[in-house]
């Protein structure tokens, strides 16, 4: 019954259609398109983390916002623990976001040496943990990851960045929102219109990153 369900759902989505027309890999890519036309994440020319990566939706969006396949563009850097299929202009890399391994990767990809440094202007994570079916056991498992991505984008972002993170509604994010609203100027909860109305996603946007010593 669920799986019918979900193909019902599919079949009526519009947003699903439209990604198809667009050569879009997921419907997600049109809930990054209306975060980026709201808060104007991503800039021609800026560096993007697109960790959990895989379909590619979203580095898709990113390549053709920051202008990626330019010679004088900005650059995409899509993680993932899975295999993903090339997206023009965009680096792909396939690894645990959370390992030393990861950090070091990236660094290479953007010239700076397994040294690292705070090099990058956008960190997002669209990435959702396993569902158990627990409502409060999923929550507890989505902020989890979520604070995983942003110790992540802690260590990377410039002075100024960005990081945007899928969440749930659910009272558990408290401490996370404490951290965020500490280290940026701006820290916004946003549910884009390409987001299913009946889901209890939403996302958080923080911008302009303070990086201090953290």
Same mark, same amino acid.
């Given at each position: 019954?669920?799986?019918?369900?979900?193909? !019902?759902?599919?079949?009526?989505?519009?947003?699903?259609?439209?990604?198809?027309?667009?050569?879009?890999?997921?419907?997600?890519?049109?809930?990054?398109? !209306?975060?980026?036309?709201?808060?104007?994440?991503?800039?021609?020319?800026?560096?993007?983390?697109?960790?959990?990566?895989?379909?590619?939706?979203?580095?898709?969006?990113?390549?053709?916002?920051?202008?990626?396949?330019?010679?004088?563009?900005?650059?995409?850097?899509?993680?993932?623990?899975?295999?993903?299929?090339?997206?023009?202009?965009?680096?792909?890399?396939?690894?645990?976001?959370?390992?030393?391994?990861?950090?070091?990767?990236?660094?290479?990809?953007?010239? !700076?040496?397994?040294?690292?440094?705070?090099?990058?202007?956008?960190?997002?994570?669209?990435?959702?943990?396993?569902?158990?079916?627990?409502?409060?056991?999923?929550?507890?498992?989505?902020?989890?990851?979520?604070?995983?991505?942003?110790?992540?984008?802690?260590?990377?972002?410039?002075?100024?960045?960005?990081?945007?993170?899928?969440?749930?509604?659910?009272?558990?994010?408290?401490?996370?929102?404490?951290?965020?609203?500490?280290?940026?100027?701006?820290?916004?909860?946003?549910?884009?219109?390409?987001?299913?109305?009946?889901?209890?996603?939403?996302?958080?946007?923080?911008?302009?990153?303070?990086?201090?010593?953290?």
């Amino acid at each position: 019954m669920s799986s019918q369900l979900w193909l !019902e759902r599919q079949l009526n989505d519009p947003y699903v259609a439209a990604a198809k027309r667009a050569g879009y890999r997921s419907r997600a890519a049109f809930k990054l398109i !209306e975060l980026d036309d709201r808060y104007g994440l991503l800039k021609p020319g800026a560096v993007v983390v697109d960790l959990g990566a895989a379909p590619g939706g979203w580095t898709q969006i990113a390549a053709e916002r920051v202008r990626a396949a330019d010679a004088r563009g900005g650059r995409v850097i899509a993680i993932d623990l899975l295999a993903m299929d090339p997206v023009p202009g965009a680096t792909i890399l396939q690894a645990d976001f959370m390992t030393d391994r990861a950090l070091e990767l990236l660094a290479r990809a953007l010239g !700076e040496g397994a040294g690292g440094g705070r090099h990058v202007d956008l960190v997002l994570s669209d990435m959702a943990a396993p569902t158990t079916g627990h409502g409060r056991t999923d929550h507890l498992r989505i902020i989890a990851l979520c604070e995983a991505a942003y110790a992540f984008a802690r260590d990377v972002l410039r002075p100024g960045g960005a990081f945007v993170a899928k969440v749930f509604q659910g009272g558990a994010e408290a401490t996370l929102l404490a951290r965020l609203k500490r280290d940026f100027a701006s820290v916004r909860h946003a549910k884009p219109p390409a987001s299913r109305a009946g889901s209890s996603e939403t996302y958080v946007v923080a911008q302009d990153f303070r990086a201090r010593d953290l």
